[in-house]
């Protein structure tokens, strides 16, 4: 009798060790497809932030400012001191120089809803305003049209 226990007691310890090796490979299994998916995922990580750089570098590129780039300035409030009236308008403006935090621009054109700026007298007057003047660069926007375009395409290329 006491046999028979004992072979039934070795047999349990048999399968028990056999469960444990086989859960022990199934872990090892599941730590190497952790480690793969890791490494992959790391590898799409970085392919993302060279994208991503590299797109910041174009935005950068595209928006960065010499002179002859245009602006538009928007609702740029004036007065007219002679009536003591208030009018906004939005300049289109050429940049002439750029520094570090402004813009030495010339004002093109510009456009109105008030009827102080579109009466034709004043026209010249509120461009010549805005003429030789240096303002901060956060208070324009700049044109980013075909020629812009072309022209940092070519950088690129010359890069």
Not at 63 to 73: L, N, Q
Request: glycine residues 4%.
């Amino acid at each position: 009798m006491s046999i028979i226990i004992i072979f039934i007691l070795s047999l349990i310890s048999i399968s028990l060790l056999v469960c444990n090796i086989v859960q022990y490979h199934d872990a090892f299994e599941l730590r190497n497809k952790s480690d793969k998916r890791e490494e992959e995922l790391n590898r799409m990580m970085l392919k993302l932030s060279k994208e991503i750089n590299s797109t910041k570098e174009m935005k950068e590129d595209i928006f960065k400012v010499s002179p002859g780039d245009r602006g538009i300035m928007h609702n740029y409030p004036l007065r007219y001191i002679k009536d003591e009236v208030d009018f906004k308008v939005t300049y289109e403006v050429e940049i002439l120089e750029v520094s570090a935090g402004k813009f030495k621009i010339r004002a093109i054109d510009y456009t109105s809803l008030d009827n102080v700026a579109n009466e034709p007298a004043r026209k010249n007057g509120i461009l010549e305003y805005m003429k030789d003047k240096w303002i901060d660069k956060s208070g324009v926007e700049i044109v980013v049209d075909s020629a812009k375009r072309r022209d940092n395409k070519i950088n690129q290329i010359v890069d």
